[in-house]
């Protein structure tokens, strides 16, 4: 059984430094999602810089603070999942 984590952890190994867009894509997908988290905070503030507590200022920030819980966590789980995509797609060719 350990022979076989072995071989696994050494393929793995294989296919990470043979194959850098196993994991350049997944991080290019995170920092677009970092990005686009970071543009949407600094328009925030803009807004209420601008406008202050206006009538429309409670709905702003709660679709607001919906949007960045849904940004953190397409960011992380859309990452894991084109991560594993790739690996398994570099996997059966080896």
């Given at each position: 059984?350990?022979?076989?984590?072995?071989?696994?952890?050494?393929?793995?190994?294989?296919?990470?430094?043979?194959?850098?867009?196993?994991?350049?894509?997944?991080?290019?997908?995170?920092?677009?999602?970092?990005?686009?988290?970071?543009?949407?905070?600094?328009?925030?503030?803009?807004?209420?810089?601008?406008?202050?507590?206006?009538?429309?200022?409670?709905?702003?920030?709660?679709?607001?603070?919906?949007?960045l819980?849904?940004?953190?966590?397409?960011?992380?789980?859309?990452?894991?999942?084109?991560?594993?995509?790739?690996?398994?797609k570099?996997?059966?060719?080896?």
């Open positions: 059984m350990f022979d076989w984590i072995r071989n696994e952890l050494e393929i793995y190994a294989m296919l990470m430094s043979n194959r850098k867009h196993i994991w350049l894509i997944p991080l290019g997908f995170f920092s677009f999602c970092l990005c686009v988290k970071l543009w949407m905070l600094s328009n925030y503030e803009n807004y209420m810089m601008m406008n202050g507590s206006d009538a429309f200022g409670s709905i702003v920030t709660m679709v607001y603070e919906k949007s819980h849904r940004i953190d966590k397409i960011a992380f789980f859309g990452s894991l999942v084109i991560f594993i995509i790739l690996y398994k570099a996997r059966n060719y080896f």
